[in-house]
Each structure stands twice: as C-alpha cells, then as structure tokens.
C-alpha cells in the first residue's frame, strides 16, 4: 500500500517566493510541491500538501492524519511553531510520527524563534536547507 505523507504549512506560507526571498528563497509552495511529488513517487509514497492561515485547521489536519492512517506529517507552522501550545497539544495526541520543517534555521534568528512548540512534541526537525528541508525531512519519513 501506498504510504501517504502529510505535508501540512502554515501562517504565510502561501506567500512563499514573493515573502522575503532573501530569508525564503524563490521557490512557492506549488514549487516545493512537484519537488516532492516526484521525490515521493521515487520512494513509493504520496504526499498530500496543505496550506492554511489558520491553526485550527492545522490541528484539524493532524488528527485526520491520524484518522486516515498517514505513514508521517511533515509540519512547518509558520509563526505557530514559536506560540502554539495548541499544536503541541494535537502532536502529542495523535500517534502518527510529526517532523518539524522549517525553510530557515530559526535559530540563527531573532530570540523569539527559539522557542518551538511544535519541536518540543515532534519527533525530529529539519531547518535551515529551504526548500531542500522538506526534501530531506520526506527521506527521514520514508524510513520511519
Ligand atoms: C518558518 C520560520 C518561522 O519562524 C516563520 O514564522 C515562518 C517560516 C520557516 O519555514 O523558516 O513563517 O517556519
């Protein structure tokens, strides 16, 4: 059977390739998106790749990552990695493996990103490759 792969984004991040290129670099979303359809396919899993402004939706989606038997998530939370204690509460509760993705290092940044949530109950993180972040965390979730 097919692994399915949840990619889930949040806050800002269907602005990617327009918002800050110099922080986010030039691909968009829909970029990243056909990087990892073909990646995925390679390993024999399919990704299913979502965006939404608003963390209730991305709780929701946890839980149906669940719900759906999901192989893993790859999550990167925008802005909500660093304040969301909701996220961190739906990471915990679902059983499916969670890896954090960010485009940059959050560490490299300002000291109100160093805090993470959304690292604190996911099972590893990868940050700071941009697109190739999401690249390498799909590899760590085929292996899982
Ligand atoms: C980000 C890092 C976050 O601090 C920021 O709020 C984002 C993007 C990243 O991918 O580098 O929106 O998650």
Redesign the pocket.
């Known amino acids: 059977m097919t692994k399915i792969i949840y990619v889930l984004n949040?806050?800002?991040?269907n602005l990617l390739g327009l918002r800050e290129p110099e922080?986010?670099g030039h691909d968009t979303l829909d970029d990243i998106a056909g990087q990892l359809e073909d990646r995925a396919a390679d390993l024999g899993m399919e990704i299913d790749l979502r965006q939404s402004n608003h963390e209730g939706h991305l709780i929701d989606w946890l839980h149906e990552a669940q719900s759906i038997g999901a192989h893993a998530v790859l999550l990167?939370?925008?802005?909500f990695?660093?304040t969301s204690i909701a996220l961190y509460d739906a990471i915990r509760a679902i059983r499916t493996p969670v890896i954090e993705?960010?485009?940059?290092n959050?560490h490299r940044?300002e000291e109100f990103?160093h805090v993470s949530w959304v690292g604190r109950a996911a099972l590893g993180t990868v940050?700071g490759f941009g697109a190739e972040s999401y690249g390498v965390a799909l590899e760590a979730a085929a292996r899982l």
């Open positions: 949040g806050p800002n991040l922080v986010y990167n939370a925008g802005a990695t660093h993705v960010h485009l940059s959050p940044r990103r940050s």
